[in-house]
């Protein structure tokens, strides 16, 4: 009884030396050996890695409400929930062939994957991984599927997606736990590439690849329908070849203006978000792929397509003028702010490093092994909306 | 290079009657590179495919060499499909396509 007693005490004392908050770790995708490292922000260094992800060649990755676990979503179709505080796969299913991303839903009960193939979403009890439903992404007479991009989730349990094939918006009302009751929005532009919810969960944007433009649903006023947004950008001019697809997501939002990647131009386009006008061009290195605010909306950071991937620009969000240009090595694919903005992670993956700069100096702070490094997700994004 | 797939692609490239011009060791792995990391960002890293089709031996069976050599360098227009030309040559696109028509490991 005495040596029980003596064992629970040291287990407990064990247990207690180990806990820990969530707020300062979050992952990093290692796109080529499947597997994430999981790194701390507080001291800027690494915990350790998780093997066994799967095709990690594109992935992304959303935050259960308690910061305890990571849903990445990986190529090949798998969904696996990664527990960062114990490091190791909690659960993993292949609910696809090839999938592109994911989000959770605004309780936190819901995890949903959009899919390339078979083209659609499909939406897992986030505790069990169990389907709760499919929705095919069916159009046209033929009942042809269609790729799945843009999925964000949104206010009133609902989760938003566009179909590239189709150009239609798609939004799913998930708070009856019956049957998804699914609101089709269509004709709103050729070949929707990616989409962006506001912080506030009131607008869905999504870009066009296909014609020039962005496609704007005011999810207050479903009835109002889509509205075309940036209709003439480009008109008139020679559109430049698009290595890599760029990606939206709602942290362009700095004050009152939105600032997204222009397709086939060299270009950050700022928009007005009282009127939903063009309110600048700024022209940059090259593609942009990722266009981030830092957190207080000061600066906004940019990275580029192949072959300008050795690059970082900082645009003043006040001046519209780029104030750094910085040469962090080649293959730059991902930043991720620090919470409240003081630093900057970024994937350097030609060099299988990341770098953390601090965002007033624009100087390197450190700089952490990892293998291909891709995508960063911290545990902050399981309080936003949309990421 | 193992013997089997070098004749290989000597068949491949006789029957489409184009020639392969020396291409560095260094540059190859570069290609390759390229092929998985950028070419991936699309097709998918193992180019099993993604928002653009899979570039697997089977997937391309059947399709002339000369048809992917072009789309390589001229892209497809109506789709996400950007010409390489700014960034490879000629001689640099047929090894690719043969690379491809191989199986790339």
Same mark, same amino acid.
């Given at each position: 009884m005495h040596r029980l007693c003596f064992f629970l005490a040291l287990l407990l004392l064990i247990s207690e030396s180990h806990a820990r908050g969530s707020g300062d770790l979050g992952i990093v995708i290692e796109r080529a050996s499947g597997s994430v490292q999981v790194i701390e922000t507080s001291t800027n260094s690494s915990i350790g890695r998780i093997d066994g992800l799967g095709d990690l060649s594109h992935a992304s990755a959303v935050y259960s409400r308690d910061g305890r676990y990571a849903y990445v979503f990986g190529r090949d179709g798998g969904l696996t929930r990664v527990d960062i505080l114990s490091m190791k796969i909690d659960k993993r299913v292949i609910q696809s062939g090839n999938s592109i991303g994911g989000a959770i839903s605004q309780d936190g009960r819901l995890v949903a994957v959009s899919n390339y193939e078979p083209g659609g979403v499909k939406i897992f009890d986030a505790e069990t991984l169990e389907l709760v439903a499919d929705i095919p992404a069916v159009y046209g007479k033929d009942e042809q599927r269609s790729k799945v991009i843009g999925l964000v989730d949104a206010p009133g349990n609902k989760f938003i997606f566009s179909l590239w094939d189709a150009g239609e918006i798609w939004v799913a009302d998930m708070s009856s736990t019956a049957e998804p009751a699914i609101r089709k929005f269509k004709d709103i532009g050729r070949n929707p590439y990616d989409a962006l919810i506001t912080p506030d969960g009131r607008y869905y944007i999504a870009g066009l690849f296909g014609e020039d433009g962005m496609a704007l649903l005011d999810l207050w006023d479903l009835d109002a329908g889509v509205k075309r947004i940036?209709?003439?950008?480009?008109?008139g001019e020679q559109k430049l070849p698009v290595y890599k697809m760029p990606h939206l997501e709602g942290w362009a939002i700095a004050g009152k203006f939105a600032f997204v990647p222009a397709i086939g131009r060299h270009e950050v386009l700022v928009i007005d978000t009282t009127n939903w006008k063009q309110a600048g061009r700024i022209k940059v290195h090259g593609q942009p792929v990722f266009v981030m605010a830092r957190p207080d909306g000061r600066n906004i950071w940019v990275n580029f397509a192949v072959p300008g991937n050795d690059t970082l620009q900082v645009i003043d969000t006040r001046s519209l003028d780029i104030v750094k240009t910085l040469k962090p090595g080649k293959g730059v694919l991902h930043m991720e702010f620090e919470p409240r903005g003081e630093e900057v992670w970024a994937s350097v993956r030609d060099e299988d490093r990341l770098a953390v700069f601090? =965002?007033? =100096?624009? !100087? !390197?702070v450190n700089t952490i092994a990892a293998k291909k490094p891709s995508g960063i997700f911290l545990t902050y994004r399981a309080h936003r909306t949309g990421l | 290079m193992k013997r089997m797939p070098f004749i290989a692609s000597c068949l491949l490239v006789s029957a489409s009657s184009l020639t392969i011009a020396d291409i560095s060791t260094q540059r190859q792995t570069e290609l390759i590179y390229l092929l998985k990391q950028d070419c991936g960002s699309c097709h998918g890293m193992t180019l099993k495919g993604g928002l653009g089709p899979a570039l697997l031996p089977e997937s391309l069976n059947g399709k002339p060499t000369e048809l992917l050599v072009t789309t390589i360098l001229e892209g497809r227009t109506g789709t996400a499909m950007p010409p390489w030309k700014a960034m490879l040559t000629q001689d640099e696109a047929e090894w690719i396509t043969v690379q491809l028509q191989q199986g790339v490991k």
């Open positions: 940036l209709n003439n950008y480009g008109k601090d =965002t007033e =100096t624009f !100087q !390197q | -």
